[in-house]
């Protein structure tokens, strides 16, 4: 089990450890250093997003999860420490994430991209109820290489009613 933890500004200097370590970004993502000025301004500038960190019961932080506006909807993106991954922490995280949005926010849809290849993350959102909804060819460039992205997408009436978000905490 797992607590999301709204971030704080005097958590961004972990947010950057984490983004400039490659083996933390892993294989399927852009791999950019940003500074914690960067970091800060991408914080402050969110609109009506949110970043959260994620946490073991025990405090230890394994990730972060972040929703933000995209394309007239809302989008979320996350990622996990390498030794956190595949035990079911992503899982929870984006099924919190589900049920906060839907239950707090006005919308009709929540959808995430993940590179095609990335098997474990598009398993972790199917497990959150999202079905794949296209490729999106050559959407960004990475490490050299125009890349394709896999969307994924639920609607309000996918969800129908909190799966998790009764026994899990989202903290402000």
């Keep these: 089990m797992i607590n999301l933890e709204l971030c704080e500004k005097a958590d961004l200097p972990l947010i950057k450890q984490w983004t400039n370590d490659v083996d933390f970004v892993g294989e399927f993502e852009p791999f950019e250093q940003l500074t914690l000025a960067d970091l800060d301004k991408q914080f402050e500038s969110n609109g009506e997003g949110q970043w959260f960190l994620i946490e073991k019961l025990d405090g230890a932080r394994i990730g972060y999860i972040a929703h933000f506006k995209s394309k007239g909807c809302v989008g979320i993106g996350y990622m996990l420490v390498p030794g956190e991954r595949s035990k ?72 129908r009613a909190p799966r998790i978000l009764p026994l899990g905490h989202v903290h402000k």
């Design 88 to 159: 079911g922490y992503g899982s929870e995280a984006i099924q919190i994430m589900v049920d906060y949005l839907f239950l707090h926010k006005d919308i009709v849809r929540v959808q995430a991209e993940t590179h095609p290849d990335n098997i474990a993350s598009q398993r972790v959102l199917e497990k959150a109820g999202f079905k794949k909804e296209g490729v999106i060819r050559k959407s960004f460039f990475s490490r050299g290489v125009h890349r394709d992205t896999a969307l994924y997408g639920i609607l309000r009436e996918e969800w």
